[in-house]
């Protein structure tokens, strides 16, 4: 159906990019978030250790690289929830980011019981493969900061941005889409946290910019298109908006219901990585969650439109 409703196919033929997709085949990880630094690519995943019809059981963060997107090294764990001392598990999506010689790592976790529901947490390290010592002691978001209601897990899936003049934005959310600026220390929030309006905005946001325009891609869901989640974009002339949406790019990961975006320019071409769940890894087929990082390369069209992706396999 993929094909039919975005022309994005799984299993459409070789990967033209040079990575052999699932990029990782030893472990199950979600959530890909690539920061390049150098000449080097890294990728931070979490990694699914789901068993049975669990849902989610992802222990730690773990940090991989690469400089051909070919070959990739395993620099191992970078941290896991309980390395927040006020957080109790849940190795959700992250993203790393650099600032003055320092890497920020921003992370979903699980609070601990005096503030059930999800947070955010930001650690630093010296280098990109950690390890990363929690930068605060106490949640940089939590659960009493956004106007959720009932909604205890909005806080999650955490993106994070320099802009030109270098001030630094925070964005996240799980059904509502929420935005706030970081103090140039990167660990505390500058500002009230806003909120924008996405349509069929469901998750998993990542903001990149090429040329002078902001780019949002985000887990969107449209029973109409289908019951898995897709992914949609929307550019705006500014990281504050007013953002207007673009379309669907990326068709359903197989048999994962999510799929999670994370967008990088490496080496003179732009990326898309993604997860799915095709690999079995032992005893454990994929799934929810137990999910396989992949990657496509990234096109746009004359008008800055980002190309449909295709998804292929190895
Ligand atoms: O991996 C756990 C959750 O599933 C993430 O936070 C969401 O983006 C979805 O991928």
Known sequence: TACLLLAAC???????HGAPNPLITDRHTADPAPLVVGD???????HDMA???????????RVYSTTDMASWTDHGPVMKPTDFQWASRDAWASQAIERDGKFYFY???EHDRTRPGKAIGVAVSDSPTGPFVDARGTALVSNDMTPQGPHTWDDIDPTVFIDDDGTAWLMWGNANFYYARLKPDMVELDGP???????KYEEGPWVHKRGDTYYLTYASR???LSEDELVSYATAPSIT???TYRGEISGPAENSFTIHPGIVEFKGQWYFFYHNGVLTVGDHAGGLGRRAVAVEHLYYDADGGIVPIEHTRE
């Open 10 to 16: 799984a299993n459409a033929g070789p990967a033209p």
């Open 40 to 46: 080097t690519l890294y990728l931070y995943v979490g």
């Open 51 to 61: 068993r049975g019809e669990e849902m989610f059981n992802i222990v730690e963060w």
């Open 107 to 109: 992370a979903t976790v």
């Open 193 to 199: 946290i806003l909120q924008a309006e996405l349509p």
């Open 222 to 224: 449209d029973p109409s």
């Open 241 to 243: 908006g007013p953002w």
